[in-house]
C-alpha cells in the first residue's frame, strides 16, 4: 500500500469538492484490496442533509462498481485554500466504514507531505455492525 499515493488521489479528488456552503473541501481516495483506487469528494445542497461526504462517495462508488473489500482510505480536507492537519472521517462516514471493514482497516490522515495512519478500531471504538446482528 502507498499512502503517498493514496493521498494524491485524495487531493486530487478534494478539487472536485462541491461545497459553496461549508467552503470546507475534502477528498477520500479509497484502496479497494484488489489493487484499485475509488476517489470521491463532498456534495453539498443548500438543505444539508442531502450532502454526502467524500469517504461515502469513494465507498458507494465503490460498491456501485461490485468492490466491497477494502483495504485503506486516504482522507484529506480543509477550508478553500488551506489544508486541516487532519481531516477525521465523521461518525455517519466511520459507520459506513464499519459496514464494510473489519477494525485493523486503515484511515490515512493528513496531506501529501505529512500523514498518519490509524485504525478503524482506533477512530470508532465499540463499533456495531452486521456481524453484532
Known sequence: MDSKLLMTKAQEARKRSYSPYSHFRVGAALLCKNGKIYTGCNVENASYSPCNCAERTAIFKAVSEGDSEFEAIAIIGGKEGETAPFCAPCGV???VIAEFCDKDFKIILGN??????????????FAFGKQDL
Open 112 to 125: 501529501e507531505e505529512k500523514f498518519s495512519e490509524h485504525t478503524l478500531d482506533e477512530l470508532l471504538p
Open 93 to 95: 462516514c466511520r459507520q
